[in-house]
């Protein structure tokens, strides 16, 4: 799947040369924060990454990769699907030493934009998903699917400087309980091919105390149509994932007129 990817990302660097009147690519990768822009209507769009995190000393994991395409059905909606292949490893549970590969819960949703920015009213869109257990290796099902909802918005501050965030909660297929997601990322056009962010994000639920982070990355526009990322960051509560680093590539390209 990797050498099919990059063999088409490497035909979308040329190809999309050829579409210079549509407006760049926006993804929602490498921040925590979703965007609030949805896929042109008829496109397709892929956006993969690999990541690394460190749970503690003795846990880890690992994305390889991580993928979420998307369509544009209409001007107003957008179709999603998320597919994680992850190795899990814990030096400290003997089931794990050899540590365990598998897809995560498959899933499915939708983008659906709302009102575009106007004044102090933030360009909002709402992102919604559901996992589906059934679709996961044995070790990752969940006991029932796994839905999450989150409200998108995003402010133009200057020509160059942007500011994103998100609310929304997620269930993991396992407990009742909700986890409450906030995302808070400024972000900057360093140039006219560079862009880069620094993020607050976190998680809080009833079940476990709140973990607070927070990351930065950059990402740099090979063409209107395909661009890639870097990003890294550390956990600033007791709860938190240590450490993060993701690498990562988006592209897109039109299905018809």
């Not at 994991?61 to 909606?77: A, D, M």
């Not at 997620?170 to 407990?175: L, Q, R």
């Not at 009742?176 to 091919?193: L, M, Q, R, V």
């Not at 956990?235 to 690498?247: C, F, H, L, N, V």
């Amino acid at each position: 799947m990797i050498k099919y990817f990059l063999l088409s990302a490497s035909f979308f660097c040329i190809a999309g040369l050829s579409n210079a009147q549509v407006d760049k690519i926006d993804t929602d990768r490498p921040d925590q924060t979703e965007s609030a822009v949805l896929v042109p209507k008829k496109w397709i769009q892929f956006e993969m990454g690999f990541g690394k995190q460190v749970n503690n000393s003795t846990e880890n994991e690992f994305q390889h990769p991580t993928l979420l395409s998307k369509y544009g059905i209409s001007k107003r909606f957008e179709f999603r699907l998320i597919t994680t292949l992850q190795t899990n490893t814990d030096q400290n549970n003997p089931a794990l030493k050899q540590s365990n590969t598998g897809l995560m819960p498959v899933e499915i949703g939708a983008k659906i934009a709302l009102w575009e920015e106007h004044k102090l009213l933030p360009k909002t869109s709402l992102i919604f998903h559901v996992g589906i257990p059934r679709f996961a290796s044995r070790y990752y099902q969940a006991d029932h699917l796994a839905p999450n909802f989150r409200f998108t918005m995003q402010h133009s501050l200057s020509k160059n400087i942007g500011l994103g965030y998100n609310v929304g909660a997620e269930w993991d297929g396992v407990n009742k309980e909700a986890t409450w997601i906030y995302t808070f990322a400024p972000g900057f056009n360093i140039s006219e091919k560079w862009y880069g962010y620094v993020e607050a994000f976190g998680f809080i639920s009833k079940i476990n105390r709140a973990q607070h982070s927070l990351d930065g990355g950059i990402a740099y526009y090979i063409n209107r149509n395909f661009k890639i990322d870097l990003s890294s960051g550390f956990g600033i509560s007791k709860e938190a994932p240590d450490w993060y680093i993701a690498i990562g590539a988006s592209f897109r390209f039109k299905t018809g007129k």
